[in-house]
């Protein structure tokens, strides 16, 4: 009987130590024991000004995801950083090697619970990991004794995209959305903002953009097969100040937003409120259906004046260095009845519509490069030429993504087959109605951003990947939430930890804590098969 019973704590002691090893993505260099260690979530010290604003994040999670009462935030001078108690420690270091940005340390023992970073960034990644090895025990808090010895991403680019055009969700789920991608280190929120369905985003010079473009008289209901529409206004958009409150909130936690506005196709709704640049004139109305319209913009003079001057006011709001310019399913049946096309393809020397496609890309690039910027297009932005500076954003497979890679391009993959989130889950009979595919969790898990035809020097310039949540099937935030809950997760892995470093068994007993978190915290979620 002794015997059983010292088993039994032996197994009920190496539960509670797997379950402590839940951090998603998995850190390099970890390890653990089965000592449990406790702080003092009174307070949060850290260690120079420029920590105080993490220190306030972690203060405010400790607050909202744990039930403490607000710890107090203490800055201590470095000399004396050693203060007694077992209390959560921020702290900078210098180092003399090259260290990637937004690497950290964590220690956690009894004398404290101490994340050091060569940056904010760093120390912002540590936190998101002590978050998830923290458990309540009555009034306190505690972890097993962790140690995380220089973690950081296999990739610079981790990101996931929202399209708000389909279906559009207010500021409050955009926010609910960037906590997600923080939670998962991930650095890049590419918001889907103008579309055939409904431009989103308020440009001052051009009001009729939201007055006209943000708004359609009716939507598609049901499967595409069906062409059902119902007749039910739709519509919404963003202010400019609500714009600048989401950039915000995303610098805070490290994310930068990716603005994409769509051309020279997909861009009905933009037509629909000033016709004039098209090639026909309209009238138009805002697209009901989902799926790619013949009327886009034309590449006469006037059309890339106003979209200058709509890009001058995006590069206003968005201070990062990309804007996404779209590219993609632009048919040229237009271009090819309009005498002002066919005149520009014959004053630029151009073969054809593909060509004058380059042309139109090209040209906003280079404008967008002397405002400072870089643009990603989808991957036929290769099609008749690729501009000199483009990112390519690769959907259509990974043949874009490597025809892109060896001209020395910049890519970020993103294939339909592994990082589209808006395809099912499992059984269609099972799932919400989707747009169709099928993407489980394993899939996800196994994807490799680095494509084996790709040498080495070729694969630096695969910076990383990013998910897909496309809204002509999701109507609500409780649907957006299923769909990128838990295949978030397993994308985060892979672009943090890198491919292949852990196994789907293992990853799964992690994943099972991290969706107790997200639904703690509010988030729908698929159920784990």
């Known amino acids: 009987m002794k ?24 850190p390099r260099n ?33 607050n909202t995801s744990f039930g403490f009462r607000l710890p107090s935030v203490i800055e201590v001078p470095s000399r004396q950083f050693i203060p007694e108690g077992p209390k959560i420690k921020l702290s900078m270091i210098r180092s003399d090697s090259i260290v990637q940005p937004g690497t950290y340390w964590l220690n956690s023992d ?43 991403p296999n990739f610079r680019y981790r ?64 499967p595409y097969s069906d062409q059902k529409f119902d007749s039910i206004r739709y519509g919404g958009f963003y202010t400019q100040e609500e714009i600048k409150e989401v950039v915000k909130y995303a610098a805070e936690r490290h994310i930068q937003v990716i603005p994409e506005i769509e051309m020279p196709g997909h861009a009905l709704a933009a037509l629909a409120a000033y016709p004039q640049y098209s090639c026909t004139g309209g009238p138009f109305e805002v697209a009901k259906g989902w799926g790619v319209y013949d009327d886009v913009f034309c590449p006469k003079e006037e ?65 967008l490069n002397s405002k400072g910027k870089k643009i990603i297009g989808w991957d036929e932005i290769l099609e008749g030429g690729l501009a000199p500076n483009a990112t390519v954003m690769s959907w259509r497979g990974t043949e874009g993504g490597i025809a892109a890679a060896k001209q020395n391009h910049d890519v970020i993959m993103t294939p339909g087959s592994h990082c589209y989130f808006d395809h099912y889950q499992g059984k269609k009979e099972q799932e919400p ?7 489980p969790l394993e899939k996800v898990f196994e994807f490799q951003p680095i494509p084996k035809e790709l040498g080495m020097e070729q694969s630096k310039h695969i910076i990383g990947a990013q998910a897909n949540v496309w809204t002509e099937y999701i109507t609500t935030e409780s649907h957006a939430e299923y769909m ?11 672009l943090w930890t890198g491919p292949g470093q852990s196994s789907y068994k293992d990853f799964k007993k992690r994943l099972a804590p991290m969706l107790l978190r997200l639904e703690e915290k509010g988030y729908n979620y698929r159920k784990l098969d």
Not at 12 to 20: G, N, P, R
Not at 433 to 439: L, N, S
Not at 484 to 494: M, Q
Request: glycine share 6%; net charge neutral; charged share 20%.
């Open 433 to 439: 109605h989707a747009i169709g595919g099928f993407t």
């Open 110 to 152: 009894k004398t404290g619970t101490t994340i050091t970073a060569i940056d904010n960034l760093g120390i912002f990644y540590g936190i998101q990991s002590l978050l998830q090895l923290i458990r309540k025990n009555g009034n306190r808090a505690e972890l097993n004794a962790t140690q995380i010895k220089g973690d950081y």
């Open 484 to 494: 990128v809950i838990p295949r978030i997760s397993a994308l985060a892995e892979v």
């Open 30 to 62: 970890f390890s653990q024991s089965e000592e449990i260690v406790y702080f003092d979530p009174s307070a949060v010290l850290f260690q120079g000004a420029l920590l105080r604003a993490e220190a306030l994040l972690l203060a405010h999670e400790l």
């Open 159 to 222: 990101g996931m995209h929202l399209d708000v055009c389909r279906h559009f969700f207010p500021v409050s789920f955009v926010k609910k959305y960037i906590d997600l991608l923080a939670i998962h280190k991930m650095n890049y929120f590419h918001w889907h903002l103008t579309e055939d369905q409904g431009w989103r985003i308020e440009i001052k010079k051009y009001p009729k953009l939201t007055e006209v473009g943000a708004w359609r008289n009716g939507s598609m209901v049901g």
């Open 303 to 367: 059309t890339f004046s106003f979209l200058e001057d709509v890009l001058d006011e995006v590069c206003e709001l968005f201070p990062g260095q990309y804007i996404h310019i779209g590219g993609d399913e632009c048919p040229k049946t237009r271009w090819k009845t309009c005498t002002s096309c066919q005149k520009r393809i014959k004053e630029q020397g151009l073969k054809d519509e593909h060509e004058l496609q380059s042309y139109f890309i090209q040209r906003i690039e280079k404008y």
């Open 3 to 26: 015997a059983l019973f010292f088993t039994c704590i032996a197994i009920i002691s190496q539960i509670v130590l797997q379950a402590q090893n839940s951090v998603i993505p998995l």
